[in-house]
């Protein structure tokens, strides 16, 4: 099943590249996320949400002598990630049927192998299975922001592979060592994670340099680039802005998510105690990212800036659930990774619909948009709405049980964590204001009367063209949003629909998790217990 | 020196792949001579050479089963080590000669010497593989260097060939002489040139005699300058750029397959611990190797010579193994170093197929620029080149980057952790400077069209190369565990 999911854009992608039109190629594409779409949805079916097990496990030995073997499973935690994955793709295949008019097979061949490489990275329990989808899916987003993108597409191609690469490569080193360790303890050589699990890495609290903290920093960083978090988000705009549309949307709807998955999955059971001493620190780079990302948003003239920013404030939150450490934080983050998934890559496809229209993202040359795109305001309004968490959409449900989490594991982070939300709704309904009312900006023709239908007409229709045609969206496009647009509302409403199939591996997580508390309390009193020997 | 006693006849057929290509090697410039002079058509004379290989490529598999640890009064051998080594220059040959064909540099002219030339430098290369005597590995070493010192002066182009060979011709027989002046020493201090005694008397050697030291060293230093080691790498660039580019293939992989295999050998034997400072001068040099190959890479336009700088750093990467080898007897050193010569034999014989084909006589069409748009124009080639420069980056799922695990593990498990993490640091420098081929393939317009050769063989090259590429990333085991086995025999 799970194998499925990951060869059969493989299969699909090959497909593609043998069909001879743009048009079928783009059909075809299509049609298989399509298809891929809906036997994900089979996973949801015969997922058992009582069990907090890996599920769909599948092992066959890869490279025995190192004990790597090609280990995939599901549970909570990445199954709605999958699904995300599985539901994007269609729906930016679909979306960028007219942006896209060059190289169009490629492009969705990248697009199939990025859906490819994506599902495999979170479905492997296996460490070097999972570094090669990590790595492997540098490569399809690489070309899809180099060869599709804007005029700076290359250097942000570039920065975007480069920095990636520095954090992933010595997240390598750490899996070897990790193995060794997990070797030198249970004598058997393994890459698998339930085995790495069981590892009791040596910890040292007096000093950093010790085994546990210095593996746990190799993954932290490839993580935290990958998210990204504060000093190292700087990558994410230039990506973000250089990338077409679909590029944005699955960089910033899955691709980021990545990194939260990898600390959720990886960094905090792997490395408990090393974690638990780096927490503050993290939960003080996810707050200082919440506030600096809106800010940073807030001054942005150019719209896509803007929600490249909002992403690094809305992973912040994200990060800041996950270090809560329990039910309602871990919850929130995930539901949130969810959320953001859904309504940042909206608000990508948003801004990639009227860009393709005018060409233009600036914010100033807009105004009074809503009235000569009305279809267009009404959507852009519910996507904003949710992105700023109002209640009844999702991303009230996240936001809430993030804040809630933080407070019960350190109240003041909640205290500042939560004036991000007001900021986060002052850039984003500024942002609407500039762009759907008051006066009609330059690129917006002037709306016309419904009485000038006749002759005289004539004059102001070539003004319109001159300006740009700007039609309300068309069928294509409104096919596109709905779905966000219905799971904005339905996962708001009915959270526990979701939640509730996270819920048994959650909750296992945390239970690990207060177990590792327990034994670093053990590991101190046994270390005064070993003084009290020596000294009878 | 040992003393040498007539081989007996089940001796001699284990030189059987050494003669097939000796004699097929010779069978297209025999026909030219007695056709006065005129060549015999480029097909017939790759045709024989071709016919060599596979009959030496017989021989050795059948040698494989065998495991002959010493033959010929126990100067070669014919022990897994040396099969691995040997399948790898074979296909290398193979592939080497049908590059020639297509070659601009080789196409048309005394295109039958060109094939006796790689058939004996082949001849030398297997000599090599097997020796576990330092006076014949000299000889096949010279063998094999001057037979390339004339494969490099044939190419066509004029200036930069005739400047790489003679380069070559004269920093080659410095570090020749090196290695024999090495080797003479350690004659002089051990009164033996076989690997085994010798390493029986290098731990007592090293404290008594330190003129035992001077010989090793010398010694290093004429491998060193044959694999490209910091700071004997300087002919590198120079040599690659100017030579014919299927001969700068067969340089770039087959010396360095059969150079390392030597160092391998001299690695298990436990020669190097002699004396710890020279296994830290060793990973001294094997990281200012990586370094200065990848920083120089990085602002070549010229894209043999920046495959000429990055191989230099790819030698860095195989001493990880080596040194790793040589600290511990273990076999996962050498064994992940054999396994990433393969996969580098792989990777960068393909991608010299590729410069092959897009390479001009008139203008070169060397520079990266000139491959702007080559992935939308021929998408079979681009990915194929694509393939090979991911892999040569390390990345996933692709030959490269197993090479490199498999490396860093061995370096883990030696303890040369931080051998590994300036390794890993440079494997970032250098994904900037391979990018930049894919930058130019796919996200460049092209000024003028490209064009590229018709020459079916160095298509069937390049497949064969990709492919490769990709299954030895995928199902390294048939690879990898040879390796390991090879070396593990050596040990006991």
């Known amino acids: 099943m799970l194998s499925f999911l990951i060869f059969f854009p493989v299969l699909a992608a090959l497909i593609v590249a043998l069909i001879p039109t743009d048009r079928a190629s783009r059909l075809a594409a299509l049609v298989f996320s399509g298809i891929q779409f809906f036997v994900s949805l089979l996973l949801l079916k015969d997922y058992d949400s009582s069990s907090a097990a890996l599920q769909f496990v599948e092992v066959y030995k890869w490279i025995p002598s190192f004990g790597i073997q090609y280990f995939l499973g599901l549970d909570g935690i990445s199954l709605w990630l999958v699904l995300l994955t599985t539901f994007l793709t269609p729906l ?72 990636t690469m520095v954090g992933s490569v010595l997240m390598l080193l750490a899996i070897i060592g990790l193995m060794y360790y997990g070797k030198e303890q249970t004598g058997i050589l393994s890459a698998s994670l339930l085995d790495l699990y069981k590892v009791n890495l040596p910890f040292d609290l007096a000093t950093f340099f010790n085994p546990q903290m210095l593996m746990f920093a190799a993954f932290a960083l490839a993580f935290a680039i990958k998210v990204p978090l504060f000093p190292l988000h700087t990558w994410l705009p230039d990506a ?46 996810s707050i200082f990212g919440i506030i600096y990302g809106a800010w940073v948003a807030m001054i942005q003239p150019d719209m896509k800036k803007l929600v490249a920013y909002s992403s690094v404030s809305h992973l912040g939150y994200v990060v800041l659930g996950l270090f809560a450490f329990n039910i309602e934080g871990i919850s929130g983050g995930l539901y949130q990774m969810l959320n953001h998934g859904v309504s940042t890559g909206a608000l990508f496809l948003l801004v990639g ?120 969206l068309s069928l294509r496009e409104i096919c596109v949003l709905i779905p966000l647009v219905v799971l904005v509302f339905w996962m708001g409403i009915f959270p526990n629909q979701f939640l509730e199939k996270s819920k048994a591996s959650i909750e296992h997580f945390v239970k690990n998790k207060s177990q590792y508390e327990l034994t670093i309390y053990r590991a101190q009193t046994s270390d005064i217990a070993v003084r009290g020997d020596l000294n009878p | 020196m040992t003393n040498l006693a007539f081989p007996t006849l089940s001796e001699a057929l284990f030189l059987l792949p050494m003669a097939a290509l000796t004699v097929f090697g010779l069978i297209p410039i025999t026909i030219k001579v007695l056709r006065r002079n005129v060549e015999p058509s480029n097909l017939l004379s790759l045709f024989f050479g071709l016919g060599g290989v596979f009959l030496a490529l017989l021989g050795t598999v059948a040698q494989s089963k065998l495991d002959a640890q010493a033959v010929f009064s126990g100067v070669l051998t014919f022990d897994h080590l040396a099969n691995y080594s040997n399948l790898c220059v074979l296909l290398i040959t193979a592939m080497t000669m049908l590059l020639s064909h297509g070659n601009v540099s080789t196409r048309g ?3 039958a010497e060109h094939i006796f030339l790689i058939c004996i430098a082949a001849v030398g290369m297997l000599i090599l593989n097997s020796s576990v005597d330092l006076v014949v590995g000299f000889v096949g070493l010279e063998i094999m260097s001057i037979s390339l010192y004339i494969l490099i002066a044939l190419g066509h182009e004029q200036r930069f060939t005739k400047e790489a060979a003679f380069k070559y011709f004269i920093l080659g027989s410095f570090a020749s002489a090196l290695f024999l002046y090495g080797v003479a020493f350690i004659f002089g201090t051990t009164g033996t040139t076989a690997l085994k005694p010798l390493a029986a008397q290098a731990l007592i050697l090293s404290s008594a005699n330190r003129l035992f030291l001077v010989g090793l060293v010398l010694l290093v230093a004429g491998l060193g300058f044959k694999v490209s080691l910091f700071p004997f790498h300087a002919w590198t660039p120079d040599v690659y750029q100017g030579a014919p580019t299927s001969v700068t293939g067969f340089m770039a992989t087959g010396v360095k397959v059969v150079m390392f295999t030597l160092f391998i050998r001299l690695a298990v034997e436990g020669i190097f611990q002699a004396d710890a400072n020279l296994i830290f001068a060793l990973q001294v040099a094997a990281v200012l190797t990586m370094t200065v190959g990848n920083l120089a890479a990085i602002v070549q336009d010229n894209i043999k010579r920046m495959i000429a700088y990055s191989s230099v750093a790819h030698a860095g990467y195989i001493m990880i193994g080596v040194i790793s080898a040589a600290a511990s007897k273990n076999a996962d050193g050498a064994g992940a170093a054999l396994f990433y010569l ?53 990345i996933p799922p692709t030959a490269g980057f197993l090479g490199k695990f498999y490396l860093f593990a061995a370096a883990f498990k030696e303890g040369f952790l931080g051998l590994a993490v300036f390794a890993i640091l440079n494997s970032v420098i250098a994904v900037y400077y391979y990018l930049r081929v894919i930058v130019y393939m796919y996200m460049k317009e092209s000024h003028e069209r490209i064009e590229v050769g018709k020459a079916p063989l160095t298509f069937a090259v390049v497949t064969v190369t990709a492919v490769l590429c990709i299954v030895m990333g995928v199902a390294s085991v048939p690879f990898y565990t040879p390796a390991i086995k090879s070396i593990s025999n050596l040990i006991e």
């Not at chain 1, 090669?132 to 570039?158: N, S, T």
Request: aromatic residues 14%; contains cysteine.
């Open chain 2, 109 to 111: 002219q005394s295109f």
């Open chain 2, 342 to 394: 393969a996969s580098y034999t792989v990777m960068n014989l393909g991608a010299f197929a590729v410069v092959s084909l897009i390479e001009k006589e008139e203008r070169g069409q060397l520079s990266i620029a000139d491959y702007s748009g080559l992935g939308f124009k021929y998408p079979v080639l681009g990915l194929a080149l694509t393939i090979f420069v991911l892999s040569l980056a390390g």
């Open chain 1, 92 to 163: 930016t295949i679909l979306a960028s049927w007219n942006s896209i008019s060059e190289k169009v097979k490629s492009f969705h061949v990248c697009m199939l192998l990025l859906e490819m490489s994506m599902i495999g990275a979170l479905v492997s329990m296996d460490l070097v299975l999972f570094y090669v989808f990590w790595e492997l899916m540098l490569i399809p987003m690489y070309l899809l922001v180099g060869v599709w993108g804007g005029e700076k597409r290359i250097y942000a191609a570039v920065k975007f592979f480069i920095y």
């Open chain 1, 240 to 285: 973000h802005v250089q990338a077409p549309t679909p590029g944005s949307v699955i960089l910033a709807g899955v691709l980021l998510k990545m990194g939260t998955y990898g600390f959720l999955r990886f960094a905090l059971p792997l490395f408990p105690e090393a974690t638990l001493q780096a927490a503050p620190i993290f939960v003080g780079i």
């Open chain 1, 353 to 472: 619909m009227i860009y393709e229209r005018t060409h233009s993202r600036e914010i100033s040359k807009y105004g009074g948009l809503a009235a000569v795109m009305p279809v267009f305001a009404v959507f852009f309004l519910i996507i904003t709405l949710s992105s700023i968490a109002v209640p009844g959409t999702n991303g009230f449900v996240g936001e809430f049980l993030i804040l809630l989490g933080a407070y019960k594991s350190a109240p003041w982070t909640s205290y500042i964590a939560v004036t991000g939300v007001v900021w986060g709704a002052a850039y984003m309904l500024w942002m609407y204001k500039k762009v759907f009312f008051g006066p009609a900006g330059e690129l917006v023709p002037e709306v016309e009367d419904a009485h000038h239908d006749h002759g005289p007409n004539h004059k102001v229709e070539h003004h319109g063209a001159h300006k740009h045609p700007l039609v309300d």
